[in-house]
């Protein structure tokens, strides 16, 4: 530092990027969903590089047997390691000496926009990668995830899957029918309780009676009448299930939303380092550590297409 700045600019700008650090940690982007939609955690380990889990599956079943027999049905637990891996998420933003020396004359803090957008960039970054992978890191998200069951809801009486052409019932039935598919082929050990659906769609189901002169939506009716999803807090809307789904149309998903079944990895959050003298600029570098949007339990998923 003190190659262009003085003792007193030093301490100056110092305190300035402390104060830039102290608003930037405090900013809330609440349009970036996947915060809000997948359980967080922050338990691995900043250095690690990859992310390793088991999967459990039972072999072998009891069978009745004479007393006196002495080959019994040998049942066992088998292991199935995953792993995943971790990157480093970066960014940089700067402040030149000019900048500095004139915020110092007039006694003014240095704006903390810059670093605003330093943190805005790797969540976004992360909130795309939560949902579509990242296929150059190996990073996995919700979207590119092979395993998570697929299927097209059916066509309305108006001739079409859209639910801007379905009636409340057919909207409703178009849930309820994912809710109990995923029920039924796992043999009831999965039960969904959040729905993620279209911005559009959301505003639809929350704004449309379910039938004519009824006096509840269509999104009241779902949360009274299905057996999983049973709190309007429990449909979220979301920006990026818009053209998501094959040759670009609209889905919804439903989950169990529990850190058992899937839970974004972040061992870093966003940090801004020390700052670096480059040419006449010091250089704030920022980085975090990401490991993506980690599916455990694929079955616990379900996505619905065209709606």
Request: with cysteine; hydrophobic share 40%.
């Amino acid at each position: 530092m003190s190659q262009l700045l003085d003792a007193e600019g030093t301490v100056f700008f110092k305190r300035q990027l402390e104060y830039v650090k102290r608003e930037t940690y405090d900013q809330v982007y609440a349009d970036l969903a996947y915060r809000a939609l997948f359980p967080v955690t922050n338990e691995t380990p900043e250095g690690a590089t990859s992310i390793v889990w088991r999967s459990w599956d039972r072999v072998g079943m009891a069978k009745v047997i004479n007393a006196y027999a002495k080959d019994l049905p040998r049942v066992d637990k088998h292991a199935k390691e995953n792993t995943s891996p971790i990157r480093t998420v970066a960014d940089s933003f700067g402040y030149s000496v000019d900048e500095i020396a004139s915020a110092q004359m007039v006694g003014m803090n240095l704006s903390a926009d810059k670093g605003e957008v330093a943190r805005r960039a790797v969540e976004e970054l992360q909130n795309h990668i939560a949902f579509y992978g990242d296929d150059e890191s190996g990073l996995p998200g919700l979207l590119n995830n092979a395993n998570i069951p697929r299927g097209d809801v059916p066509d309305g009486a108006g001739g079409t899957p859209q639910w801007s052409t379905k009636t409340g019932k057919e909207i409703a039935a178009d849930i309820n029918d994912a809710c109990n598919d995923m029920f039924e082929l796992t043999k009831q050990k999965e039960r969904p309780d959040t729905l993620a659906v279209p911005t559009a769609q959301w505003a639809l189901i929350n704004s449309t009676d379910y039938k004519a002169e009824s006096e509840k939506t269509i999104a009241q009716y779902i949360v009274q009448n299905n057996p999983f999803i049973n709190s309007i807090e429990s449909i979220i809307p979301v920006n990026e299930l818009k053209g998501a789904g094959t040759a670009g149309v609209d889905i919804f998903v439903l989950y169990k939303r529990d850190p058992s079944k899937l839970e974004m990895e972040i061992p870093l959050e966003f940090m801004i380092m020390d700052e670096q003298i480059v040419g006449l600029e010091y250089t704030v570098p920022c980085r975090g550590r990401f490991g993506g949007l980690i599916v455990r339990y694929p079955l616990s998923i379900s996505i619905r297409e065209k709606i």
